[in-house]
């Protein structure tokens, strides 16, 4: 089996992918740095399963390549998992243009490129599972997170549309809507891609292995069924007030 996870370097997609290389998945890892795509690797250390691709999912032609080095390296591509975003919080009237295009080519966009490239070879192996990493905040509106917020609605939206077209393809649908998760995600002295928070260290928050064990329970989940939407949040977060 062979999957591939945006934004794979660090964060949640990094747990991602050490996670399935756990059950036994060769592995495609992809983010826009090199650096941190290397040092992921040394890390997962699992040798000729895992590779890593530098790509930048807001281009199509880099969505394409990353699709196409599952297939080149591995043969195809059985399980896809879109995770990479960005986050770029700022009040409406204060948002630059290309911070608003920021989080919707990357969020949405992204998505809809490897979905896109993907799908082809998922029909072509009988099936297969895509599995779209949202936030809360897309149903969870907050001030300052405009575009944030309306691209991960807009992402679910996506998702559930997307489910219907390909259900008779064999091709499964899920996304996951996780709360606060204690990442790098929002800093921005930090690597992108990295989950749903702006601190870490805080013991109440989700860990990124959280979200991951909910990505490998969906796919062990009999092809018969589906769990199209899954909300995952911290069992114990502070009290407000």
Not at 143 to 163: R, T
Request: net charge positive; glycine share 10%.
């Amino acid at each position: 089996m062979v999957a591939v996870v945006t934004g794979g370097s660090v964060g949640i997609g990094f747990a991602i992918a050490q996670a399935l290389l756990a059950q036994g998945f060769q592995v495609v890892i992809g983010a826009r740095r090199k650096a941190p795509l290397d040092a992921a690797v040394q890390r997962l250390g699992a040798g000729d399963k895992v590779h890593a691709v530098v790509a930048d999912v807001r281009e199509a032609s880099d969505a394409e390549r990353l699709i196409g080095a599952a297939k080149e390296r591995y043969g195809g591509v059985d399980v896809l998992v879109n995770n990479a975003g960005v986050g770029l919080f700022a009040k409406v009237a204060d948002m630059t243009l290309d911070e608003w295009h920021q989080v919707m080519r990357t969020n949405l966009d992204g998505v809809f490129y490897c979905t896109r490239a993907a799908l082809p070879e998922m029909r072509q192996r009988g099936g297969g599972f895509i599995i779209n990493i949202s936030s809360l905040a897309g149903k969870n509106a907050f001030a300052g997170g405009a575009a944030y917020c309306a691209s991960k609605a807009a992402l679910n939206q996506f998702s559930e549309a997307l489910m219907q077209e390909v259900r008779y393809d064999n091709i499964r649908v899920s996304y996951v809507l996780p709360g606060s998760v204690a990442t790098a995600f929002g800093d921005p002295s930090a690597p992108s891609g990295a989950g749903p928070s702006t601190a870490l260290g805080a013991d109440w928050k989700l860990a990124p292995e959280d979200v991951a064990r909910v990505v490998t329970d969906l796919i062990a989940h009999d092809a018969r069924s589906l769990p199209s939407r899954v909300e995952l949040r911290p069992s114990r977060p502070p009290r407000k007030g």
